[in-house]
């Protein structure tokens, strides 16, 4: 069974840094691009972040440039997004999404609709 699987959410300060990690089970990564995105309350799913099979191709939302560094691990099965600086309105539930290497192009990145797998997502709270 394919499954994406989130962590290391939570509440934090604003300037605060927390580090999401998405763990893959029943397929290798290494197969696949990944996206980050989120939704707030009472708000659209929106892209975050997404990088390719290999780290040669990485996508941001002009929202989180400089702040946030998605990287991955191919030998841990496991790609991660580091946000820092972090603002009250990066508040939201965070998810990863995968897409095969072989449909993914650089203008699907930060967009829902072509990611086949996605996980449950992980809470990220910022606040005073």
């Known amino acids: 069974q394919l499954q994406l699987v989130e962590s290391g959410g939570g509440l934090v300060q604003p300037g605060g840094s927390l580090r999401l990690s998405c763990a893959a089970s029943?397929?290798?990564?290494?197969?696949?691009?990944i996206g980050w995105f989120r939704q707030a309350p009472g708000k659209a799913r929106e892209g975050v972040s997404c990088i390719g099979n290999s780290e040669t191709f990485t996508g941001y939302a002009d929202s989180v440039k400089g702040r946030f560094t998605i990287s991955r691990d191919n030998g841990k099965n496991t790609v991660y997004l580091q946000m820092n600086n972090l603002r009250p309105e990066d508040t939201a539930l965070y998810y990863c999404?995968?897409?095969?290497?072989?449909?993914?192009?650089?203008?699907?990145?930060?967009?829902?609709?072509?990611?086949?797998?996605w996980g449950q997502g992980t809470q990220v709270t910022v606040s005073a």
């Open positions: 999404a995968a897409i095969s290497r072989r449909k993914f192009t650089q203008f699907m990145c930060l967009r829902n609709s072509p990611y086949d797998y």
């Open positions: 029943g397929f290798t990564l290494d197969a696949y691009a």
